[in-house]
C-alpha cells in the first residue's frame, strides 16, 4: 500500500505539541518527511533544554506513525531549536591546549587515576564507547567498531557493560550461555571472529534487573576479569548510556586505554555527548574522538542526501572542544534491519559503503591508540600492533 507524506502529516496533526497546545504540526515543530520503502523519517524541533521531557513526545509520533497502514518502519529524531546557528547553553571555550604536553607527570604530581589500575593479562588495550544519553546508536557503533577492528587484523573482543539493557546477544545474533572452564572462569561466547561476554548470556531477558553501584561493579569486574580472554589486541567495552554515578565508577575501574563518545548532530545530544567527554577526562582517560552516527539521510530512489538531523554537529563541537572527530555514520535502515537481524552491517554488507564509514572509524581509532600509547609509552607497557 503506498503511504504518503499528507497521510503521514494527517496522522501526526492528532500528537498535541509539548505544552498540550495545538499539534506538532500547526506548532510548525516537524521536519520535511521523507518515505522510502514504505519507511517515514522526520524530526521534531524542540527546545534543547526539554529534550529529555519531550522524549515521550518523540516516541507517540514515532508509534502513531508505525501503526499507519502501509508503514514498514519510522524513525523520528528530536532536533534542538537553533539559536544564532550555535549550541544553546554552551559552556566557556575551554582554555587552549598548553605548548608542550606534559606527559608523564611531573613526580610532584599525584599519580594518574589510569596508571594505578591493573590491567587483565592477554588483553593489551580495553576502550570504551559510551555516550552521554541512551538511543544515539552507541551500542551499534561498539559492534561495528569492533568488527572494523577486527577486519584490520586486530584481535578483538566486546564487553557489553550496558547491565541496564544488554544489546550484544541480540545484536550479534548469539544464542546460549557461556560454559565455565573451572566453575569459575567463563568461556567468552564467539561470533563473526569477535569474542563476545554479555551481561545478556547471564540473565534471562525477562529478568527485571535493578543492579546498584556496587552489584554493577562486581558484574563488570567479574566479565572483566573472571573470563578466559584469552591474547587480545583489543577489547571494545560497551558503556552503559549516560553520565551518572555508574557509568563514573566504570570509568574509573576498568583500565581504560580509551573512549569513544557517540552523539547524534542534534544540538541537543551534543550537550549529552559534552557530559560524556567530560567525564572520561575527570578519570584521566583519553578521548580517541567523537562519532556522529545518524548524521544524515540519503534517499534511497534519488541517492540525493539530506541533513534533516542537522548534520555536522559533532565535527562543529569537536572541533571546537580539540577532539578528534572520528567519522559521520548516516541515517541507514539496513543499520537498524541489520542490527535487529543480528547481522551487523560491517559483517552483512562488508564491501558496502556504510562498512566503509565503519572502517574508516576504526583506523582512526587506531591511529589515536597508537598515538596515547606512544606519548604515555614512559608510563606503561608499550602497545604494539602487528
Ligand atoms: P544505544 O546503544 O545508544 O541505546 P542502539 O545502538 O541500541 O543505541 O541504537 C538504537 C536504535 O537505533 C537501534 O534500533 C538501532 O538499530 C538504531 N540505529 C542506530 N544507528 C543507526 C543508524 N545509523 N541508522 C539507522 N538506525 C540506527
Given at each position: 500500500?503506498?503511504?504518503?507524506?499528507?497521510?503521514?502529516?494527517?496522522?501526526?496533526?492528532?500528537?498535541?505539541?509539548?505544552?498540550?497546545?495545538?499539534?506538532?504540526?500547526?506548532?510548525?515543530?516537524?521536519?520535511?518527511?521523507?518515505?522510502?520503502?514504505?519507511?517515514?523519517?522526520?524530526?521534531?524541533?524542540?527546545?534543547?533544554?526539554?529534550?529529555?521531557?519531550?522524549?515521550?513526545?518523540?516516541?507517540?509520533?514515532?508509534?502513531?506513525?508505525?501503526?499507519?497502514?502501509?508503514?514498514?518502519?519510522?524513525?523520528?529524531?528530536?532536533?534542538?531549536?537553533?539559536?544564532?546557528?550555535?549550541m544553546?547553553?554552551a559552556p566557556p571555550r575551554p582554555a587552549p591546549p598548553?605548548?608542550?604536553?606534559?606527559?608523564?607527570?611531573?613526580?610532584?604530581?599525584?599519580?594518574?587515576?589510569?596508571?594505578?589500575?591493573?590491567?587483565?593479562?592477554?588483553?593489551?588495550?580495553?576502550?570504551?564507547?559510551?555516550?552521554?544519553?541512551?538511543?544515539?546508536?552507541?551500542?551499534?557503533?561498539?559492534?561495528?567498531?569492533?568488527?572494523?577492528?577486527?577486519?584490520?587484523?586486530?584481535?578483538?573482543?566486546?564487553?557489553?557493560?550496558?547491565?541496564?539493557?544488554?544489546?550484544?546477544?541480540?545484536?550479534?545474533?548469539?544464542?546460549?550461555?557461556?560454559?565455565?572452564?573451572?566453575?569459575?572462569?567463563?568461556?567468552?561466547?564467539?561470533?563473526?571472529?569477535?569474542?563476545?561476554?554479555?551481561?545478556?548470556?547471564?540473565?534471562?531477558?525477562?529478568?527485571?534487573?535493578?543492579?546498584?553501584?556496587?552489584?554493577?561493579?562486581?558484574?563488570?569486574?567479574?566479565?572483566?576479569?573472571?573470563?578466559?580472554?584469552?591474547?587480545?589486541?583489543?577489547?571494545?567495552?560497551?558503556?552503559?548510556?549516560?553520565?551518572?554515578?555508574?557509568?563514573?565508577?566504570?570509568?574509573?575501574?576498568?583500565?581504560?586505554?580509551?573512549?569513544?563518545i557517540?552523539s547524534?548532530?542534534?544540538?541537543?545530544?551534543l550537550?549529552?555527548a559534552r557530559?560524556g567527554l567530560n567525564?572520561?577526562k575527570?578519570?584521566?582517560?583519553?578521548l580517541?574522538g567523537i562519532?556522529?552516527?545518524?548524521?544524515?539521510?540519503?534517499?534511497?530512489?534519488?541517492?540525493?542526501?539530506?541533513?534533516?538531523?542537522?548534520?555536522?554537529?559533532a565535527r562543529r563541537e569537536a572541533e571546537r572542544l580539540g577532539v578528534t572527530f572520528?567519522?559521520?555514520?548516516?541515517?541507514?535502515?539496513?543499520?537498524?534491519?541489520?542490527?535487529?537481524?543480528?547481522?551487523?552491517?560491517?559483517?552483512?554488507?562488508?564491501?558496502?559503503?556504510?562498512?566503509?564509514?565503519?572502517?574508516?572509524?576504526?583506523?582512526?581509532?587506531?591511529?589515536?591508540?597508537?598515538?596515547?600509547?606512544?606519548?604515555?609509552?614512559?608510563?606503561?607497557?608499550?602497545?604494539?600492533?602487528?
Amino acid at each position: 500500500m503506498f503511504i504518503s507524506k499528507e497521510t503521514v502529516l494527517e496522522k501526526l496533526r492528532t500528537i498535541k505539541g509539548p505544552d498540550f497546545e495545538g499539534d506538532i504540526v500547526s506548532l510548525g515543530l516537524v521536519s520535511e518527511i521523507f518515505i522510502a520503502d514504505a519507511k517515514v523519517f522526520f524530526s521534531i524541533t524542540v527546545p534543547a533544554a526539554r529534550a529529555q521531557e519531550l522524549e515521550p513526545l518523540r516516541s507517540a509520533a514515532e508509534r502513531a506513525v508505525k501503526a499507519l497502514p502501509g508503514v514498514a518502519g519510522a524513525v523520528v529524531a528530536l532536533t534542538a531549536e537553533k539559536k544564532g546557528g550555535g549550541m544553546e547553553a554552551a559552556p566557556p571555550r575551554p582554555a587552549p591546549p598548553r605548548p608542550a604536553p606534559a606527559r608523564p607527570a611531573p613526580p610532584t604530581a599525584p599519580p594518574s587515576t589510569q596508571s594505578g589500575k591493573r590491567g587483565v593479562p592477554g588483553i593489551e588495550a580495553i576502550i570504551a564507547v559510551a555516550s552521554g544519553k541512551g538511543g544515539v546508536g552507541k551500542s551499534t557503533t561498539a559492534v561495528n567498531l569492533a568488527l572494523g577492528l577486527a577486519a584490520l587484523g586486530l584481535k578483538v573482543g566486546i564487553l557489553d557493560a550496558d547491565i541496564y539493557g544488554p544489546s550484544m546477544p541480540k545484536l550479534l545474533g548469539i544464542k546460549g550461555k557461556p560454559t565455565t572452564v573451572d566453575g569459575k572462569i567463563l568461556r567468552p561466547m564467539e561470533k563473526y571472529g569477535l569474542k563476545v561476554m554479555s551481561m545478556g548470556f547471564l540473565v534471562e531477558e525477562e529478568t527485571p534487573m535493578i543492579w546498584r553501584g556496587p552489584m554493577v561493579m562486581s558484574a563488570l569486574t567479574q566479565m572483566l576479569r573472571e573470563v578466559e580472554w584469552g591474547a587480545l589486541d583489543v577489547l571494545v567495552v560497551d558503556m552503559p548510556p549516560g553520565t551518572g554515578d555508574a557509568q563514573l565508577t566504570m570509568a574509573q575501574q576498568v583500565p581504560l586505554a580509551g573512549a569513544v563518545i557517540v552523539s547524534t548532530p542534534q544540538d541537543l545530544a551534543l550537550i549529552d555527548a559534552r557530559k560524556g567527554l567530560n567525564m572520561f577526562k575527570k578519570v584521566d582517560v583519553p578521548l580517541l574522538g567523537i562519532v556522529e552516527n545518524m548524521s544524515y539521510f540519503i534517499a534511497p530512489d534519488t541517492g540525493k542526501r539530506y541533513d534533516i538531523f542537522g548534520h555536522g554537529g559533532a565535527r562543529r563541537e569537536a572541533e571546537r572542544l580539540g577532539v578528534t572527530f572520528l567519522g559521520e555514520v548516516p541515517i541507514e535502515m539496513a543499520i537498524r534491519e541489520n542490527s535487529d537481524a543480528g547481522t551487523p552491517i560491517v559483517v552483512a554488507e562488508p564491501k558496502g559503503p556504510i562498512a566503509e564509514v565503519y572502517l574508516g572509524v576504526a583506523a582512526k581509532v587506531l591511529e589515536r591508540m597508537r598515538a596515547e600509547s606512544a606519548s604515555s609509552s614512559t608510563a606503561g607497557p608499550a602497545i604494539v600492533f602487528e
